[in-house]
């Protein structure tokens, strides 16, 4: 069984930071992207930071500058270093892992909530 297990959420002040990790486990063949999607109550779930085997990364524009994709490929965990956190991050964060021949795996969520 594969599962993506998240860590790192939690309430933080506005300029703050907070690190989320996703580490993936079971039987894993080939991961060739992972990343960071949010949600807030009501509203669809939206990519905010992927990056794939190779190294390339993307982020959505309001995070740019802010937060920092990375991954270590021999431990099958990708990380979430965000930083100068405002409100308007606050959501459910998932952990999205693109996995050939399994398609898209997700991790439970964990909650980020930024406010004063």
């Known amino acids: 069984q594969v599962q993506l297990v998240e860590s790192g959420g939690g309430l933080v002040q506005p300029g703050g930071s907070l690190r989320l990790s996703c580490a993936a486990s079971?039987?894993?063949?080939?991961?060739?992207?992972m990343g960071w999607y949010r949600q807030v109550p009501g509203g669809q779930r939206v990519l905010v930071a992927i990056i794939t085997s190779s190294g390339s990364t993307n982020y959505i524009g309001s995070v740019k500058g802010r937060f920092t994709i990375s991954r270590d490929n021999a431990k099958n965990t990708v990380y979430l270093q965000m930083n100068s956190l405002k409100p308007e991050d606050t959501a459910v964060y998932y952990c999205y892992a693109g996995v050939t021949g399994l398609g898209s795996l997700w991790g439970q969520g964990t909650q980020v909530t930024v406010s004063s």
């Open positions: 079971g039987s894993i063949g080939s991961i060739y992207a």
